[in-house]
């Protein structure tokens, strides 16, 4: 299941504060704050998709995340990697290298990468 741009945006504060409270959400979230009830509704939407989970403190509720930001994007890119890439690493690989205008020491550092990748496979 996938985020929302705005949901995002609120799930990365929760990532990185792990444990909130919804007046901290509020606090950190950039101008112009968004109303207290936006942020409810928007944790409700990303609790039934399985995204947040919350502990009672009282009346307040302490919200933390349920999947982690490296899985919540590695999913993601696995996706746009198969919708748009014909399921290809390759061809995604290729693509990205030749838009991004990446320098020569971006593009060593990315085949210093690959080269050790190819090393452990070996390995295996």
Known sequence: MKLS???EKLM???????????????????????????????????QQKGFVGYNLFGNSRQYYALISKA????????????NYFDD??????????????MSYEELEKLRNIIDLEMKQK???
Do not use: C, Q
């Open 71 to 82: 899985d919540y994007f590695s999913n993601r890119l696995g996706n746009m990697v198969k």
């Open 5 to 7: 741009e705005t949901e």
């Open 88 to 101: 290809s690493a390759l061809k995604f690989a290729s693509f990205f290298t030749s838009t991004r205008k």
């Open 122 to 124: 070996k390995d295996d």
């Open 12 to 46: 990365d504060l929760i990532w990185m504060h792990e444990k909130v409270f919804m007046k901290d959400l509020i606090d950190h979230h950039p101008d112009p704050k968004p109303a207290k009830s936006t942020i409810a509704t928007l944790l409700k939407r990303m």
